[in-house]
């Protein structure tokens, strides 16, 4: 089946420093891909996503290129502030057309990010 | 409007009680999906359901009893429930079940059993 691994957590920055988060999953057919955050108390909100090898998502900073030949996802933000802290989730969606696992996500594990001032 | 809404935003139920959890989205989307979340972990799927009618079930237990009485709203029935079934529950919606389509989720509800 359909699986997400993420970078353990947790991730500790400075303001300003460099982030990535490595996610690399293991899907059959051609899913779509997807970044969460979850502010603390907050429900899921959608970061990026990408449907097709090299596509690019951005938004807010942040960035991930979905990479086929390595099957990868990696988030990164070249300059992460204190606003920043949360929980990121990577995410696939499944792809195959009729099947049960068809539009269904499955989420990573989570990497929580703390930045401090 | 690209909200998805979720009342209550904190439940505290007894094991004995019958309580339900409403979703509304007025985004025009026909997929709708309830999500279990515990603490530090992601979220679960529940059920999936796609132009009203019931798509995936997660093989829930059966005190959980969703409804969707129209496309913009989505119900969650709970009846004697567990401690272990404290948690936050999320719904999201999304233009249509597919692989294409992101999901918007709510706020949650906190659910306490006691």
């Known amino acids: 089946g359909d699986s997400v691994t993420q970078m353990e957590g947790p991730v500790t920055l400075s303001e300003e420093a460099f982030l990535t988060i490595n996610c690399t999953y293991t899907?059959?057919?051609?899913?779509?891909l997807f970044w969460y955050v979850q502010y603390p108390g907050e429900g899921l909100q959608l970061l990026l996503k990408a449907t097709k090898a090299d596509d690019k998502g951005s938004n807010k900073g942040f960035e991930a290129t979905y990479r086929k030949e390595t099957t990868s996802f990696h988030l990164e933000k070249g300059s992460v502030q204190v606003s920043d802290s949360a929980v990121y989730f990577c995410?696939?969606?499944?792809?195959?057309?009729?099947?049960?696992?068809?539009?269904?996500?499955?989420f990573g594990q989570g990497t929580i990010l703390t930045v401090h001032p | 409007d690209t909200e998805v809404t979720q009342t209550p935003k904190h439940l505290v139920m007894g094991m004995t009680n019958k309580k339900s959890l409403k979703c509304e989205q007025h985004?025009?989307?026909?997929?709708m999906y309830w999500y279990k979340q515990k603490a530090k972990k992601p979220p679960e799927l529940m059920f999936v359901y796609s132009y009203e009618k019931l798509s995936i079930n997660e093989s829930v237990p059966s005190r959980f009893s969703p409804e969707c009485p129209n496309s913009s709203l989505l119900n969650l029935h709970l009846h004697a429930l567990q401690p272990e079934d404290s948690a936050l529950y999320l719904c999201a919606s999304s233009q249509e079940r597919g692989r294409y389509n992101e999901q918007f989720f709510g706020p949650g509800t906190r659910l306490t059993v006691l």
């Open positions: 899907a059959t057919g051609y899913p779509s």
């Open positions: 985004m025009g989307h026909r997929a």
């Open positions: 995410a696939l969606s499944g792809s195959n057309a009729g099947g049960t696992s068809y539009g269904k996500l499955t």
